[in-house]
């Protein structure tokens, strides 16, 4: 789905590239015009989304980065820039939680609090704490000094970065990726403000609930069946189901072209089925 969007001649830099939503993201430029740098901390599901967007003619290219690095962010944008050319549009998709910075319960217990093998809130580990808002805020903090960097020689550009239902509403259970999200939101709106004199355009897309690798172990069980929190969440989605990746593409493109989104600027972007419109009654 390109709705028309013409990116020909753009090069595009899509962190998180590797991963489901942002896979799709990458070839849906891809099929746009744009030459596409797909960075990822693991290089081979990079590559296979590369290889994909070759096999339909695009152009592509596969870049290890650790967003959470600066220095190795720095190399890849050196990577892209000897390849493609200077960054016209950023894409911030790299994210996550951790187990570790998970409770079990969504209200507190004191059962769960006595039991050595349960995990109350006063049992997430502050590590895990620290490198989920790492790799969800500082993961799109360092990219954007790298990359941006380029954008203000040229005085124009398109940073979009990946937020999440979250950010409006936190869900129980994972604190450390819902107050991370929210901070996503609010640097995006805080970039919108501070680029906006350099012709940069900075929104974000707030995902609601769709399946990836990530979290498909959470929403069905060993066998494909769908766990209690799946049906928690399909119950506060008056659209009853899961999006699928490509129903965020008509957001993505429409922020990334500059013809049809020239004004618009600081923005989160619902694309979530209803959840935030629904009330639960």
């Known amino acids: 789905m390109t709705n028309g969007t013409d990116l020909t001649g ?22 746009c015009g744009a030459k596409v740098a797909v960075l990822n901390r693991t290089e081979n599901k990079a590559q296979a989304v590369v290889d994909a967007i070759r096999s339909e003619g695009g152009q592509a290219v596969a870049v290890q980065a650790d967003v959470c690095d600066k220095e190795s962010v720095r190399a890849a944008r050196e990577i892209v820039a000897d390849t493609f050319g200077l960054c016209d549009i950023l894409i911030n998709g790299a994210g996550g939680n951790r187990p570790e910075a998970t409770s079990d319960d969504e209200f507190f217990s004191m059962d769960t609090l006595n039991d050595p093998n349960g995990k109350s809130f006063f049992d997430l580990e502050i590590r895990a704490f620290s490198s989920v808002f ?20 040229k005085s124009g550009g398109v940073i979009i970065n990946v937020s ?40 974000a897309i707030a995902p609601g609930f769709f399946v990836s690798s990530q979290n498909r172990s959470l929403l069905f069980d060993e066998h494909g ?14 659209m009853g189901r899961f999006g699928r990746p490509e129903e965020l593409l008509g957001t993505l493109l429409w922020l990334a072209d500059d013809r049809a989104s020239s004004f618009v600027t600081g923005i989160i972007v619902p694309v979530d089925g209803g959840f935030s419109a629904y009330s639960g009654v």
């Open 10 to 31: 753009k090069t595009a830099v899509v962190t998180g590239g590797g991963g489901t939503l942002c896979g799709e993201f990458s070839k849906a430029l891809a099929a």
């Open 134 to 153: 790492d790799l969800n805020l500082i993961g799109t903090v360092i990219p954007t000094q790298e990359f941006a960097r380029d954008m203000v020689k």
């Open 164 to 203: 999440s239902m979250n950010a409006f509403s936190p869900l129980t259970k994972i604190p450390a990726y819902s107050a991370a999200k929210s901070a996503v939101s609010n640097f995006t709106m805080w970039l919108a403000v501070h680029f906006a004199k350099c012709g940069i355009r900075v929104n």
């Open 225 to 238: 069946a769908p766990t209690p929190r799946t049906g928690k969440i399909l119950a506060a989605t008056p």
